[in-house]
């Protein structure tokens, strides 16, 4: 198993980047960058190239994460570690990679996080306030599957052929309340909660606590014993509720990729914060591939400085922390689509595992 290094900051680059300029997968070229901005990295991130099942018989294809941690790094760091291992092993038992093996993954890892949230309530109760929204991709035998929880985005570039120009085409399906089909998805499934969804400082939230109805983890918003002593008191909620808030089952979509299909940004929300659909898939098309995850990165935060009024210099010499009130963590990976390699099922390649976040990539 090939671990590839990240390579901290060099000359000129902000000493909160870490980033993987180029490298190999299975049907192409990657890139990688992460920045953060909190105290603690709340982001972290994978991609797995080489067998996608356990038992390394079944089929070969490269599997991407983004797991945009929130109220902590316990989230996402579980995801990161027990994701794609559940995925392997769900791929295993049903011989294949199927939209029911995802949400089986999806469903195994959630159950794990929430039986580590009650063995360590009396210990760790804040850990009942942490949760991961959870983005993954898997590319195999010529299709792509998406699956989405939460406000992490994947957005596909493709050639249009009549004008030779690069669409931005957006994968996944958004969990974020501030969108009002999501907000009345919510409504319609609590009726009898007028407070279900609140707007606070301007921002839609549910329950006046959090933008996204899908996550990994936020057990105090999915079980009631949760929502007690020795929670802090801000999280809990005034009134019981018998049925979960907050839901961890992703959006799924198949895709057949198609030979205009040339690449797929995966990022978190903090990118999408700054960056249109369209302006991030110019940029890639526009820019040579090495380096272009990190490029993507400076564009957004060249943007989070202009709405702020000051110099991108100064924004990067700010610490994590203080960073947040400027920009989030922001983790973005480029996966380039070789067509010639896409449909040939018979690829072997050398392994390759690469994280990016958590306290141990950081």
């Known amino acids: ?52 099942s356990s038992d390394y018989l079944g089929p070969q294809g490269t599997f991407v994460g983004v797991y945009d941690g929130h109220g902590g790094t316990a989230a996402s760091q579980f995801v990161s570690d027990n994701l794609f ?40 109760p804040q850990i009942a306030y942490t949760g991961s929204c959870c983005l993954a991709g898997i590319i195999c035998n010529g299709m792509l599957y998406i699956a989405n929880a939460g406000d992490s985005r994947a957005v596909l570039g493709r050639i249009e052929r009549a004008t030779r120009e690069t669409l931005a085409i957006q994968l996944s399906t958004e969990h974020n309340v501030n969108i009002k089909t999501e907000r009345d998805e919510l409504l319609s499934k609590h009726p009898h909660d007028s ?32 929502n007690r002593e020795p929670l802090p008191y801000k999280f809990r909620l005034h009134e019981p509720f018998s049925k979960p808030i907050l839901s961890y089952e992703p959006s799924i979509s198949m895709h057949k990729l198609h030979p205009d299909d040339q690449f797929i940004i995966f990022a978190s929300d ?44 100064d924004l990067q010499k ?3 922390g203080v960073r947040r009130h400027f920009h989030d963590d922001i983790t973005v990976i480029v996966v380039f689509l070789n067509p010639k390699l896409i449909d040939n099922s018979s690829l072997w390649g050398s392994p390759l595992s690469i994280r990016g976040g958590g306290p141990a990539n950081s």
């Not at 390579?7 to 980033?19: F, N, T």
């Not at 839609?204 to 014993?225: C, F, H, N, P, T």
């Open 1 to 52: 198993m090939v671990r590839s290094c990240w390579k901290p900051s060099g000359e000129g680059d902000d000493e909160l980047l870490w980033y993987k300029d180029l490298g190999n997968h299975l049907y192409g070229e990657f890139s990688m960058a992460v920045i953060q901005a909190n105290s603690s990295l709340e982001d972290c991130s994978q991609l797995e190239s080489g067998p996608l």
């Open 85 to 124: 291992c559940n995925f392997k092993s769900f791929a295993a038992e049903h011989q294949g990679i199927s939209e029911h093996v995802i949400r089986r993954a999806f469903s195994t890892t959630e159950e794990g996080f929430l039986s580590l949230v009650k063995k360590q309530w009396l210990s760790k």
């Open 195 to 226: 407070q279900i969804v609140v707007m606070k400082h301007r921002v839609w939230r549910v329950k006046g606590l959090i933008q996204v109805s899908r996550s990994i983890g936020d057990a105090y918003l999915k079980k009631a014993e949760f």
């Open 270 to 313: 903090g990118l999408w914060e700054h960056l249109s659909n369209q302006e991030a898939v110019n940029i890639v098309s526009n820019n040579p591939r090495n380096g272009i995850a990190r490029r993507l990165v400076k564009a957004a935060l060249r943007e989070a400085a202009k709405k702020r009024e000051m110099r991108f210099s």
């Open 318 to 320: 700010i610490e994590q």
